[in-house]
């Protein structure tokens, strides 16, 4: 069994140390540290001052061995990696550093946590490693672009999306439904248009539902309610600026998966066009529409939906300039009467950057990768459940 090394005998040494490097012999300090890792094998940062001093030394294989013993010891030491991408930088170049880079940044601390010399090598380690994404993906999209062309439109977009992804500059979505998650569900941002056989009719019922937000909005602008209506003392996270907020409200058209008649008799076109929607049928919880109105500069912080058996049908009908959506890492301008389907337990946000009120229309449907037998099984778990706990929710919002 080793004996521990006397705290004298360390204390001499970094005595050495201070004492030729106050002289500026760097030989005298070099054999300091090499005394110093010879007391303290298992100390990452005695082989990484080591390191650092062969570097300024320009020995830079030396060097490297040095960082290595320390990785050695701490595979995720974050000022290891760092080094260690700096001597592959000067070595090696960029295609050897801007991965190496990658990797010390994933255990880099908050910036505010660092000095500022580290913070400078840490831009450096940004730069580089993004330099290196540029500079690979421009490589592959080219190596690849005949490949490419023989895609689809939305298999173009994934397919981005994959190198995107490969490449970290782009962040990886899946769904994180808040209470309901069926497996084997695709975790897909915006649904391809051609899976909804059904969706030009529904845009061809634009000019119908919109005469009926207006005449609601024109007669009283009654049933319109805010958004989130959370009790005060639940834990809100993001939605403390929104909770029981006139900035976004709706005007809903089902309470609980239960039409409400004298709403939807005021609505004619809404009702007409929601028998063209596969709206799922869950006692309780769905089907559910609405029509959503977000105030001039307000914006729907980034959140996810309650279950990924159904998507959402989004129509806009009063968008003026300036309102965005995101979904997953894909950002898309609404154009009145062109509607999308998308995943809401993937993470979303909307905002208004205007001076006008954006209304759109909203409606759920079953996701087509469900069978009929699938349907029906998702509403009796969600049924019985429900009977257990005693539990009525409210609207499907």
Not at 158 to 182: G, K, N, S, W
Not at 274 to 302: D, E
Not at 367 to 383: G, K, M, T
């Given at each position: 069994m080793?004996q521990p090394?006397?705290a004298?005998?360390?204390?001499a040494?970094?005595?050495?140390?201070?004492q030729?490097?106050?002289?500026g012999d760097?030989?005298?300090?070099?054999s300091?540290?090499?005394a110093l890792v010879?007391?303290?094998?298992r100390?990452?940062?005695?082989w990484?001052n080591?390191?650092?001093l062969?570097?300024?030394?320009?020995d830079?294989?030396?060097?490297?061995?040095?960082?290595?013993?320390?990785l050695?010891i701490?595979?995720?030491?974050f000022h290891a990696?760092?080094?260690?991408?700096?001597?592959?930088e000067?070595?090696?170049g960029?295609?050897a550093a801007?991965p190496?880079?990658?990797?010390?940044?994933?255990?880099?601390?908050?910036?505010e946590?660092l000095?500022a010399t580290?913070?400078?090598?840490?831009?450096h380690?940004?730069?580089?490693?993004?330099?290196h994404a540029r500079?690979?993906g421009?490589?592959?999209r080219?190596?690849?672009?005949?490949t490419?062309?023989?895609?689809s439109?939305?298999?173009?977009?994934r397919?981005d999306?994959?190198?995107d992804t490969?490449?970290r500059?782009?962040?990886?979505?899946?769904q994180e439904p808040?209470?309901?998650y069926?497996?084997?569900l695709p975790?897909?941002?915006?649904?391809?248009?051609s899976?909804?056989p059904w969706?030009?009719?529904f845009?061809?019922?634009?000019?119908?539902i919109r005469e009926d937000l207006l005449?609601?909005?024109?007669e009283?602008?009654g049933g319109?309610?805010?958004?989130?209506q959370?009790e005060?003392?639940?834990p809100?996270?993001?939605?403390?600026?929104?909770?029981?907020?006139?900035?976004w409200t709706?005007y809903?058209?089902f309470?609980?998966g239960?039409p409400?008649?004298?709403?939807?008799?005021?609505?004619?076109?809404?009702?007409?066009a929601l028998?063209?929607l596969p709206?799922p049928?869950?006692?309780?919880?769905s089907?559910t529409?609405?029509f959503?109105?977000?105030r001039p500069?307000a914006?729907i912080p980034p959140?996810?939906?309650?279950?990924n058996?159904r998507?959402?049908?989004?129509?806009?009908l009063v968008?003026?300039?300036g309102?965005?959506f995101?979904v997953g890492?894909?950002?898309?301008?609404?154009?009145a009467?062109e509607?999308?389907?998308?995943?809401?337990?993937?993470?979303?946000?909307?905002?208004?950057?205007s001076d006008?009120?954006r209304?759109?229309?909203?409606a759920?449907?079953?996701?087509?990768?469900l069978s009929?037998e699938e349907?029906a099984?998702?509403?009796?778990?969600?049924?019985?459940?429900?009977a257990?706990?005693?539990?009525?929710?409210?609207p499907?919002?």
């Amino acid at each position: 069994m080793s004996q521990p090394t006397p705290a004298a005998d360390i204390a001499a040494v970094h005595q050495q140390i201070r004492q030729a490097l106050a002289a500026g012999d760097l030989s005298a300090a070099q054999s300091g540290f090499e005394a110093l890792v010879a007391l303290r094998p298992r100390d990452p940062g005695a082989w990484l001052n080591l390191a650092g001093l062969r570097r300024q030394r320009n020995d830079l294989d030396a060097a490297m061995a040095a960082v290595r013993r320390a990785l050695e010891i701490e595979p995720r030491h974050f000022h290891a990696l760092l080094m260690h991408a700096s001597l592959l930088e000067r070595a090696a170049g960029l295609r050897a550093a801007g991965p190496a880079y990658a990797i010390a940044l994933v255990q880099a601390p908050p910036d505010e946590e660092l000095d500022a010399t580290t913070r400078q090598t840490v831009a450096h380690a940004r730069a580089v490693s993004q330099a290196h994404a540029r500079e690979l993906g421009g490589h592959i999209r080219e190596q690849t672009a005949a490949t490419r062309d023989r895609c689809s439109g939305t298999e173009k977009r994934r397919l981005d999306a994959f190198i995107d992804t490969t490449l970290r500059v782009r962040p990886r979505y899946q769904q994180e439904p808040m209470e309901y998650y069926y497996p084997g569900l695709p975790p897909i941002w915006f649904h391809d248009r051609s899976r909804f056989p059904w969706l030009e009719a529904f845009e061809a019922a634009t000019d119908a539902i919109r005469e009926d937000l207006l005449a609601i909005q024109r007669e009283d602008n009654g049933g319109f309610a805010p958004y989130i209506q959370y009790e005060p003392h639940l834990p809100l996270d993001q939605w403390h600026e929104l909770n029981h907020s006139p900035k976004w409200t709706a005007y809903h058209f089902f309470e609980s998966g239960a039409p409400i008649e004298a709403r939807l008799a005021r609505a004619p076109g809404v009702r007409e066009a929601l028998k063209l929607l596969p709206q799922p049928s869950v006692q309780l919880r769905s089907p559910t529409a609405l029509f959503s109105a977000l105030r001039p500069g307000a914006r729907i912080p980034p959140h996810t939906g309650v279950a990924n058996f159904r998507l959402l049908v989004h129509l806009p009908l009063v968008i003026p300039p300036g309102c965005g959506f995101r979904v997953g890492a894909e950002t898309r301008e609404w154009r009145a009467g062109e509607a999308w389907v998308f995943d809401d337990t993937i993470e979303h946000e909307a905002w208004n950057g205007s001076d006008e009120l954006r209304t759109i229309m909203i409606a759920d449907i079953w996701s087509p990768f469900l069978s009929p037998e699938e349907r029906a099984a998702i509403a009796a778990v969600i049924a019985s459940t429900d009977a257990y706990q005693g539990v009525r929710p409210g609207p499907d919002a």
